[in-house]
């Protein structure tokens, strides 16, 4: 019974803020890297984020660099991506996953990753 849950998304103007959960059930959280994907519309789903099993290895690409930051608490088998200065471009829905392989030290490719969430939508306005 493998499940990730995705929430914390919504409507939001340009220059805001919004803090994503990935809560987890149904398998070692503690030993699994998570990563963070959006889809934004007509496009290719792309990686945002990823933090390892202990939280050691965090990646991210140059678009999300200083302004998205990830964390996990593994008491509570929950990730977190907190995204501030979103813009227009950041609109899309996002998705956490589970590695595939354990204690993967991270990457963004999705290939890499399983059990997808639902996702959760994000919209910024200008």
Request: glycine share 14%.
């Amino acid at each position: 019974q493998l499940r990730l849950v995705e929430s914390g998304g919504g409507l939001v103007q340009s220059g805001e803020s919004l803090r994503l959960s990935c809560a987890a059930s149904g398998f070692g959280f503690s030993g699994y890297a998570i990563g963070w994907f959006r889809q934004a519309p007509g496009k290719e789903r792309e990686g945002i984020s990823c933090i390892s099993a202990g939280g050691e290895h965090i990646r991210s690409p140059p678009s999300a660099k200083g302004r998205f930051r990830t964390s996990r608490d593994n008491t509570r088998n929950t990730a977190y991506l907190q995204m501030d200065g979103l813009e227009p471009e950041d609109t899309g829905v996002y998705f956490c996953a589970r590695s595939r392989q354990t204690f993967f030290a991270c990457s963004l490719q999705e290939v890499d990753f399983t059990s997808w969430g639902q996702g959760t939508q994000v919209t910024v306005s200008s």
